[in-house]
Every structure is written in C-alpha cells, then in structure tokens.
C-alpha cells in the first residue's frame, strides 16, 4: 500500500470533492482520480459516490476512513522511533500554536533550538489554541503552546509565559498622555478588538457593564493588524504587553495599564501524558521551559490621572 494513496483519501473525505483535494494537495485531478483507482482497485470496492459535483464516502469508504488515519499516524510513529535511536534529536518537530504565539514568543527559542539541532526540521501548525489542543490529544502534532487553562485529563501541562494585558494606543489619543487608565475611560474610545480568543473573552466580559456605549470600530483576526490599525489612530486596543514591545519602543504606540483590569495572559507547553516524546520534542519542551521569560513588567505608578 502507497501511504500517499491514504493521504489523498482523507483528504477527498475531507473535502467532498477530488479537484479540490487535488488543490490542497498540490495534484492534478487526473493524478487523485488515479490514487483512488489504485485502492479501490487493492481493496476490491468502490470508496466514493459522486453526488451531483461533489462525492460522499460509501460504507465500504466508510470502513476505510476509520482506518486510514490511524495508519497514517502509526507510520508517523514508527518514523520517529527509528529516527529516535540517533543519540542526537533529529527528524521533524512537529508544533502547534496560535499566530500571535509563533510570532513574538517563539521566535528566539527557535533560533536557539535551531542553532543546538541543526538536523532537525520544524513544522509549525498555526490555529487557535483550542484546535492546537485537539491536534496534540489527536497526536497529529507532538506539543503545542496555547493559552492557559487547560483542563483535558490526557494532557501534560507547563506553564512557561506570562504576559499582562494593557491599553495600547497611538501617542496622538486622547489616552496617550494618562499614566495608567480605567476601563471606563477605554470604553469612550473607538475600540479596535480581536475576532475571538482568550483575549476578546476578557473584553467581552470586562467592558459588558459598558456594553450600550461601546463603538467596536473593528474586529481582526490578527495581532499584527490591530497592531497597525491603533498606531495609525483608527482606535484603541488591549493587548498582551509583550506583543507591541517594539511599536512602543519606536515612538508608535503607546502602552498604559489598566488599573481596574489586573489580567494577565498566561502560556502553557502541552503534550500527550500517555506516549513518549520524540526526542525532538522532548528537547524543545526543555528549552521552552528554561527560555521563555515573563517579561519585565514595571508596575504601575499610583499617581493621580491627568484629566
């Protein structure tokens, strides 16, 4: 059996069609339609119907389906163990964690653990944490880094960031002059908010007494641009501290605490508690923890606001 055969029928399963399986995939049409004549073919049944312009899966695909996934990842396994008997970690490392994660709390343990694994390569699923966590218990990734709590029994869980969130806005704001501010002082501003995650949970539930006031002007799914957005004055934001570091640093953004809203984001390293880290995964779950460093927080200044 071709295991780039199962590849390509999961993904037809996934996607109910062949061209657009093929699309993902990087195939031709005629190339899938050809991978799926071969198992039937060995399998001695039809695997699809065709249902107007899609397909859907017959019993005997059905069947199969159950089984597909479980040899993919079987074979996954047994690729790692072989490579494990190096003394050195080598292989693929395999890692989920959400955009704004990958890109300003991972960059640097990744340079450091390229520099001390050379031959290992690094695959990077990038989703929400909640998706990361259904990849590690699903054992398509080896560790993932997502927001904290986690509270799924089969997990094990290192707590290896924390970062406080803050008002961010640009120096010409109203806001921008306050040493630190309140909530309802943020709730007068046109309010630039993430789509969804942990973070747009907490607005949610903090600016709900000021809920019949609120201007969101914007909902964006990436950090990066609410980031520009706020630097370019089109509204306010709250953000994990450690992510506009640079915007502040440069002149561009202003970041000032929010003295009713002491919250803090808080990062977890997580793997399967029943199965044995590859050993590049277990060299990266041991530079992640001894790596990543609470940011340096100064505290905020009890002062009278500017008004």
Same mark, same amino acid.
């Given at each position: ?7 390509t ?10 061209s ?35 397909v859907r ?9 159950e089984y ?23 292989g ?6 959400n ?7 991972l ?37 993932? +880094?997502? &927001?904290?709590? *986690?509270?799924?029994p089969? #997990? ?7 970062? /406080?969130? $803050? =008002? ?12 630190? +501010?309140? &909530?309802?002082? *943020?709730?007068?501003?046109? #309010? ?7 973070? /747009?949970? $907490? =607005? ?24 520009r ?5 089109l509204?306010?934001? $709250? ?69």
């Amino acid at each position: 059996m071709d295991f780039d055969h199962l590849v390509t029928f999961l993904e037809i399963a996934k996607q109910g069609s062949f061209s657009r399986a093929g699309q993902k995939l990087y195939r031709s049409q005629p190339a899938v339609s050809a991978q799926i004549r071969q198992l039937e073919q060995e399998y001695g049944q039809k695997l699809f119907d065709r249902v107007g312009k899609s397909v859907r899966l017959t019993v005997a695909g059905e069947t199969l389906l159950e089984y597909a996934g479980k040899l993919l990842e079987l074979r996954n396994e047994s690729l790692r163990a072989v490579a494990d008997q190096s003394s050195n970690p080598h292989g693929t490392l395999s890692i989920g964690a959400n955009e704004a994660t990958c890109l300003y709390v991972l960059p640097d343990i990744f340079a450091e653990y390229s520099r001390r694994y050379p031959a290992v390569q690094i695959s990077i699923y990038r989703n929400f944490s909640h998706k990361v966590l259904e990849k590690v218990e699903d054992g398509a990734v080896d560790v993932g +880094v997502v &927001t904290l709590p *986690v509270k799924s029994p089969s #997990l094990k869980v290192h707590n290896i960031f924390r970062d /406080r969130l $803050v =008002l961010m806005c640009s120096p010409s704001s109203p806001l921008a002059s306050f040493k630190s +501010v309140r &909530t309802s002082d *943020v709730a007068e501003q046109p #309010l630039i908010f993430p789509k969804m995650g942990f973070t /747009r949970q $907490v =607005l949610d539930k903090q600016f709900r007494p000021f809920r019949s006031r609120l201007r969101v002007t914007m909902e964006l799914a990436s950090v990066g641009m609410i980031k520009r957005f706020v630097a370019a004055g089109l509204g306010v934001s $709250v953000i994990s501290e450690s992510f506009a570091q640079d915007e502040a640093r440069a002149g561009q953004a202003k970041l000032i605490p929010i003295s009713d809203m002491e919250i803090w984001r808080e990062l977890g390293i997580v793997y399967r508690r029943d199965r044995t880290l590859p050993r590049s995964a277990a060299a990266f779950v041991t530079l992640a923890r001894e790596g990543v460093r609470e940011p340096v927080v100064e505290p905020a200044p009890k002062v009278v606001q500017k008004r």
